[in-house]
């Protein structure tokens, strides 16, 4: 589904990833790792086809095989916070997608202001689900959350039947949702 080989991503003089080998069968759920800086963000838009024109891309080899799905860190500044969070999914797929992504329908007609981060964060995962993607990248969204809401997402992303790149610095996340881990300088 997804195969990299000898990729550089350069912003003018200064490289900020390399990757000699990376494949992610279909299904497959991959923890990527690293310390802040160390290109899991750039491995992302990489993968998702949205890095910057100012981005120089050397690769023998990029193959990504289907449609990819985003979830960013800020939930907040995902969604439109004047406009209900089922209101913003029927605008691109199916309402019932917070349904499945464990949001209680109680909570479908609310704003994002009136969301826990948590809330917010399945609000978003119902976003980009929306949309049916083959891939789903989750960029660092269970950095902000408490240990319970955490809990929460690691378990709604687990009942998700897509291939997983899973961007964190959450060892114990990465180690409960992902069968494969990679591991940036």
């Keep these: 589904m997804i195969v990299l080989d000898d990729v550089a991503v350069s912003y003018g003089a200064q490289r900020v990833l390399t990757v000699q080998h990376l494949s992610i069968a279909r299904g497959q759920r991959v ?10 963000s ?41 406009m209900r969070v089922d209101k913003q999914i029927a605008l691109i797929g199916d309402p019932h ?45 269970t950095s902000a959350l408490d240990p319970i809401a955490i809990v929460d997402i690691i378990n709604c992303l687990r009942n998700i039947d897509k291939t997983l790149l899973f961007l ?3 060892q114990g996340a990465a180690n409960a949702l992902c069968d494969t881990h990679l591991q940036l300088p």
């Design 31 to 40: 923890a990527v790792m690293g310390p802040s800086g160390s290109g899991k």
């Design 42 to 82: 750039t491995l992302a838009a990489l993968i998702g086809g949205f890095l910057p024109d100012t981005a120089h891309v050397e690769a023998t080899r990029i193959h990504v095989d289907g449609r990819v799905g985003f979830v960013s860190q800020d939930a907040f500044g995902a969604l439109n916070p004047l």
């Design 97 to 141: 997608t917070l349904g499945d992504v464990g949001l209680d329908p109680t909570l479908w007609h609310r704003y994002p202001l009136e969301l826990s981060g948590g809330q917010r964060q399945r609000a978003a995962i119902a976003f980009a689900l929306a949309t049916n993607p083959d891939i789903l990248i989750a960029d660092e969204i």
């Design 168 to 170: 964190t610095h959450h």
